[in-house]
């Protein structure tokens, strides 16, 4: 995997920032886009602009085409059973509370359990707690060991015959922690429950089998993996989703309407309501083109070789704080001494490097950490070995500076 020659089908890393070469170290908030991508998005806009499914001139069809051809190309990627198990949504935000309305606010009662664990990025925490105050079903979280990954054990421990649905992040966007999801959903379904796993930090970077995880819904966003931002896909077990009444109502979702009843399209569309975001779907389908050429095996490679680079070159620094087990995702989120996160990302914004601050769209888990933010660098395929020997000598610089003001 040549990732320098990579790097060139990514316009937007050959810019400086703030008077340096731009690092860009925040993937897991937003990837960059390869031009294959952009032009497939404006190759649509320039040639085919037009609706899907209601027009047989020729742009509707050309568009139609693309549109669900880019379904299938998901299919293919995730390896699921047929475009009708592949939802088209705005994100993976979208796809969890789609499933958290239509599926758990029908199937859950008073005395039911939804299982979580802290890791959850807040879109798979609050969709869980809106149903759960809706049917009388109970939230119940599994323990985390002091690394923050969770063992099979603590799993078992906390499913019961009373848990419906246990819902959890297959990589923890704050810590890193990849997740046992085959496993997690062997023991669920022994319980009688369904499984939601939050690919959004997943599927940009491995391979992605629902089949061989046996999950029941899977959820990711396109544009943490090349794609446009607005467009994501909810996969569902077929059975499941045939039992789920939609959550939007109104155009292209329809069969019949009368005036005072109507009935639903067949899947998938019957979970697409109104004009479907076209472009973004092409764009994704372009981008899982790009992903698949590249090799998602190589891709888990290179990422596995820059994270371990960067943890070795990160904890030469005194003062450092990092979270998360040894063994991680492409990210490293931490501290610097008692320099505020916000600090850290402003100061090293100044020598043209973009890491995030905040809290990450996880508070209970900062909470769990005892912290109330923290910086994360994250990584992706076009990111370089001397990406973080940027990385480490501006954190030293940042060292450097507040140690002064102090």
């Not at 109104?250 to 975001?277: A, H, R």
């Amino acid at each position: 995997m040549d990732v320098k020659a990579l790097r060139e089908q990514f316009p937007i890393l050959n810019q400086e920032v703030n008077g340096h070469p731009l690092v860009y170290l925040d993937s897991s908030a937003t990837s960059q886009k390869p031009v294959s991508v952009i032009e497939a998005v404006n190759e649509y806009y320039r040639q085919d602009n037009s609706n899907v499914h209601r027009g047989v001139h020729t742009l509707g069809t050309r568009a139609t085409e693309k549109y669900e051809g880019a379904r299938e190309k998901v299919r293919r990627f995730i390896n699921a059973g047929s475009t009708a198990e592949v939802i088209f949504t705005r994100g993976t935000t979208t796809s969890i509370n789609t499933v958290a309305y239509s599926y758990a606010r029908t199937n859950l009662n008073a005395g039911d359990e939804i299982v979580l664990t802290p890791m959850e990025h807040h879109s798979n925490i609050i969709p869980w707690q809106q149903a759960a105050k809706a049917t009388g079903a109970t939230l119940k979280y599994v323990p985390l060991q002091s690394d923050g990954t969770f063992t099979l054990d603590d799993i078992r421990e906390t499913i019961t015959d009373k848990t419906k649905v246990v819902a959890v992040t297959h990589v923890s966007n704050v810590l890193g922690t990849v997740n046992p999801i085959k496993e997690v959903a062997k023991i669920a379904h022994e319980n009688g429950a369904v499984i939601v796993v939050d690919g959004a930090q997943g599927a940009p970077h491995m391979k992605i089998d629902v089949n061989d995880l046996d999950c029941d819904f899977y959820a990711f966003s396109g544009h943490k993996m090349c794609a446009p931002t607005g467009i994501g896909v909810l996969y569902g077990k077929r059975e499941l989703l045939e039992e789920m009444e939609p959550v939007e109502f109104g155009g292209e979702m329809i069969d019949f309407v009368n005036l005072y009843d109507s009935t639903w399209k067949e899947l998938p569309w019957k979970f697409e309501g109104g004009t479907p975001i076209i472009a973004g779907a092409i764009g994704l389908g372009a981008a899982i083109d790009f992903l698949s050429d590249v090799g998602l095996d190589n891709i888990t490679a290179h990422e596995k070789k820059i994270a371990d680079y960067a943890m070795a070159q990160l904890r030469s620094i005194d003062g450092i704080t990092i979270y998360g087990p040894e063994e991680r995702a492409a990210l490293v989120t931490f501290n610097l001494n008692d320099v505020h996160p916000h600090d850290t990302a402003t100061a090293l914004d100044s020598e043209g490097i973009a890491v995030r601050a905040g809290h990450h769209c996880a508070q209970p888990l900062m909470r769990w950490l005892d912290v109330t933010a923290t910086a994360r660098a994250s990584f992706y395929l076009y990111n370089t070995e001397e990406d973080i020997d940027r990385l480490v000598d501006g954190l030293l610089k940042t060292k450097e500076f507040f140690g002064d003001v102090f």
